[in-house]
């Protein structure tokens, strides 16, 4: 079961949960993160799960530097 987490997590279905659909241009800005984050250097075959908890990380902060909020 711990193999098809991984793949879960790793094809994108880690993507934080979080609603930004209401501010104008957080659909780019988010695609923007999104990108960003998948550009990062990581340690995916020591600790893909710590990998993926970065990224979502670093999503959610990317975001809010941009000014959009969780709503």
Do not use: H, W
Not at 15 to 22: E, H
Not at 40 to 68: S, W
């Amino acid at each position: 079961m711990s193999l098809i987490a991984l793949v879960a997590l790793l094809s994108g279905c880690a993507v934080p949960a979080t609603n930004y659909s209401s501010q104008p241009g957080a659909e780019q800005a988010l695609a923007k993160c999104r990108a960003q984050a998948d550009n990062r250097p990581t340690d995916t075959p020591a600790n893909p799960f710590g990998t993926v908890a970065n990224q979502n990380q670093y999503v959610v902060d990317c975001m809010k530097a941009a000014g959009y909020k969780i709503q």
